[in-house]
């Protein structure tokens, strides 16, 4: 089984940054894709940055330029740096990770929540 863990949610001003990071753990080997979703208040969860094993990236056009998603393939991680913050990235954010293979192939973490208020 694949476990995922996020941290570094909090509250932070406009503008400014986060990093959240993701552990994953267990049956990690055949994960080739972890990223990142967000649920915002009243909202469907919203796919947000992905990042293959390989280096291939992709991001929503709403956070193009201010979030950058980065992989630790020994140690299977993930983060994703936020910069220049706005009230509308208020979400809980949740670690996702994407498995080959017959069993289940679909993971997420518990989510942690950002909230981007004055």
């Known amino acids: 089984q694949v476990q995922l863990v996020e941290s570094g949610g909090g509250l932070v001003q406009p503008g400014g940054s986060l990093r959240l990071s993701c552990a994953g753990s267990g049956a990690m080997l055949r994960v080739y894709a972890m990223g990142w979703y967000r649920q915002g208040p009243g909202k469907q969860r919203e796919f947000i940055a992905l990042?293959?094993?390989?280096?291939?990236?992709n991001y929503a056009d709403s956070v193009k330029g201010r979030f950058t998603i980065s992989m630790n393939n020994a140690e299977n991680t993930v983060a994703l740096q936020m910069n220049t913050l706005k009230p509308e990235d208020t979400a809980v954010y949740y670690c996702?990770?994407?498995?080959?293979?017959?069993?289940?192939?679909?993971?997420w973490g518990q989510g942690t929540q950002v909230t981007v208020s004055t």
């Open positions: 996702h990770a994407r498995r080959s293979g017959l069993s289940q192939n679909e993971f």
């Open positions: 990042m293959t094993r390989t280096g291939v990236t």
